[in-house]
């Protein structure tokens, strides 16, 4: 039963509205998989949020080469979608970290 976590953090938005959903092979996986947190005020001075969201992932289902992405909605973004994968090929399990970073000028994923 073991099972792994890929977390998925956005961070610098305003308004903290944000929409955030998982996909497995482009397929979009069922919300009780996720959890995400209501966004947090980051910076006071400048009004910005972060909020996190973790997806439990089987360890037969990384073995197998999935590919996990991590699917962000925001009105600062352009288009108002980013999205950043993982896979095994990544990296260890124990030391993916996927990290959208929405900025209101320009949207930069890292």
Known sequence: NQRLSVTCMAQGFNPPHLFVRWMRNGEPLPQSQS?????????????????????????????????????????ALPLQLAQKSVDRASGKASAVNVSLVLADSAAACY
């Open 35 to 75: 959890v995400t947190s209501a966004p947090m005020a980051e910076n006071p001075e400048n009004e910005s949020y972060v909020a996190y969201s973790v997806l439990g992932v089987g360890a037969e289902e990384w073995g197998a080469g999935n590919v996990y992405t991590c699917l962000v909605g925001h009105e």
